[in-house]
């Protein structure tokens, strides 16, 4: 009968990863391995009267290594963060920036004007500007006397 050599640090470690992914904790990891998964950019999604303005947190990455596309109402941002090591780099004591590719997406709730969306990238942060439909704007309703 073979013999299953059980580590009870591993079990900490698995209900640790699902913690810090599911709450996003920025505190250091108890049992660091050395291998970090890739982070998703933090993102802002807020409403005005005229647009939907989504606003996400891409520091150190270039306006080409990112890709913004609209897909009936939801917001698709892809990109890809470049390792800024070189080959030269045999071992790191800590590595905490992340390198590879993220995707994220964002359904909107209303109908939007696909022709006029805007996304501009400035100081890390990228900010796209949905417009919504006329139809999904509030409108002022004046109230007649009777």
């Known amino acids: ?29 108890l049992f660091d391995s050395g291998h970090h998964e890739p982070r998703q950019p933090h993102a ?4 005005t009267d005229a647009a939907y ?3 996400v947190d891409l520091p150190g990455i ?20 470049q ?3 070189s080959g030269s780099v045999n071992h790191h004591a800590r590595v905490e920036r992340p390198c590879g590719t993220f995707q994220r997406a964002f359904t909107l709730p ?4 696909r022709d006029e969306v805007q996304a501009t990238y ?9 417009p919504k439909a006329d139809a999904a704007r509030p409108r002022q309703i004046t ?4």
């Not at 990112?66 to 917001?75: D, K, P, W, Y």
């Not at 209303?110 to 004007?113: H, L």
């Not at 109230?143 to 009777?146: F, P, R, S, Y």
Request: glycine share 4%; hydrophobic share 45%; proline share 5%.
């Open 62 to 81: 270039t306006i080409h290594d990112i890709s913004v596309r609209l897909e009936g109402t939801t917001v698709v941002i892809a990109g890809q963060r």
């Open 110 to 113: 209303t109908a939007v004007k």
């Open 143 to 146: 109230i007649q006397a009777a």
């Open 1 to 29: 009968m073979p013999v299953a050599h059980w580590n009870p640090w591993t079990e900490f470690e698995t209900f640790e990863h699902v913690l810090n992914r599911a709450l996003d904790l920025p505190f250091p990891r």
């Open 44 to 47: 802002d999604v807020y409403e």
């Open 122 to 130: 400035a100081n890390g942060v990228l900010t796209i500007t949905v």
């Open 53 to 55: 303005v989504v606003e």
């Open 83 to 85: 390792s800024t090591h």
